[in-house]
Nanobody, 122 residues
Framework: QPQLVESGGGLVQPGGSLRLSCATS????????IGWFRQAPGKEREGVIC????????HYTDSVKGRFTISRDNAKNTVYLQMNSLKQEDTAVYYC???????????????WGQGTPVTVSA
């Protein structure tokens, strides 16, 4: 049974940093793309960033370019989202999701985690 579990969310001040983790199990991470998505209060879920099985990076939104980075450690079955220079508009529940090989549109991601909340506030 494929599972993804996010962790690392919390409260951070504007300009601060957080690192989210997506721990995976039940499938071979090496062959999967992992995407990070977020849903802000009252808004639809949106794509943030994705890493393919070949380590190609896709940014789903320009708003995080230069601030968020994604990386994977297949040996630890974990994907990370490093978030720097956080802004209040980054406040959301962050989800990771898995899909075979390539970064695709959000609706095509097959396996999803339960999410971890991130609040950026002074």
């Amino acid at each position: 049974q494929p599972q993804l579990v996010e962790s690392g969310g919390g409260l951070v001040q504007p300009g601060g940093s957080l690192r989210l983790s997506c721990a995976t199990s039940g499938f071979t991470l090496d062959y999967y793309a992992i995407g990070w998505f977020r849903q802000a209060p009252g808004k639809e879920r949106e794509g943030v960033i994705c890493i393919s099985s070949d380590d190609d990076i896709t940014h789903y939104t320009d708003s995080v370019k230069g601030r968020f980075t994604i990386s994977r450690d297949n040996a630890k079955n974990t994907v990370y989202l490093q978030m720097n220079s956080l802004k209040q508009e980054d406040t959301a529940v962050y989800y990771c999701a898995a899909e075979w090989a390539m970064c695709v549109t959000m609706s095509r991601f097959e396996y999803w985690g339960q999410g971890t909340p991130v609040t950026v506030s002074a």
